[in-house]
């Protein structure tokens, strides 16, 4: 794609340092320029099961792919702010990407998307128990998330981890919010 999309540069949080990752094998780094052409395949492959049933050659399939992620970037960038844009790494392999969104009561997870081989090694799990901690850290009351309807899996996991589901689900997704455990002994009003 000829036309360069940037990532905003921000100063990230302190909450973004939360240890536990490497434990896992994982990692995270801002993500920069030079990391667009592994997130435009990741973002291509994320497609690849919907468009196989298009009759579109494959170099079509993939300029449309190029051009949607170019637009959801552009939207992310302009609307998320501020925001986090990670790359995952797993064994030292880039394997997903992690956009995260905060305001001071929620930490929104924008997108989290792995890359096929990746799924089932519980990187997902990992991730999410890594964002809740960082949630804590951050004072914040809620996570949050949007989820694909038929997304089974992911919302399976969400589930698992205590994510659920609450009005503010658009179209085909679900909003799915994880809240503060309340400390031990502490009572509701």
């Not at 170019?70 to 702010?81: E, F, G, P, S, T």
């Not at 997304?151 to 809240?179: I, P, S």
Request: charged share 20%.
């Amino acid at each position: 794609m000829a036309e360069a999309l940037a990532f905003p540069s921000l100063a990230q949080p302190a909450w973004l340092e939360t240890p536990g990752l490497s434990r896992s094998g994982l990692g995270l780094r801002a993500a920069g320029e030079s990391d667009l052409p592994f997130l435009r395949d990741l973002y291509a492959e994320s497609r690849a099961a919907e468009l196989a049933h298009v009759p579109w050659p494959a170099p079509v399939k993939r300029t449309f792919c190029d051009s949607q992620f170019a637009l959801q970037h552009r939207h992310y960038v302009a609307h998320c702010v501020p925001a986090a844009f990670l790359v995952v790494l797993f064994e030292g392999r880039f394997v997903g990407r992690l956009y995260l969104h905060w305001t001071p009561d929620d930490l929104h997870i924008i997108d989290i998307l792995l890359g096929a081989a990746t799924r089932g090694r519980g990187v997902g799990s990992a991730l999410l128990r890594w964002i809740q901690t960082a949630a804590l850290g951050a004072g914040v009351d809620t996570l949050s998330l949007h989820v694909e309807r038929h997304n089974g899996g992911a919302y399976r996991l969400y589930r698992r981890l205590g994510f659920r589901e609450e009005e503010g689900g658009h179209g085909g997704h679900r909003h799915m919010v994880w809240r503060r455990p309340l400390a031990a002994g502490a009572s509701v009003s």
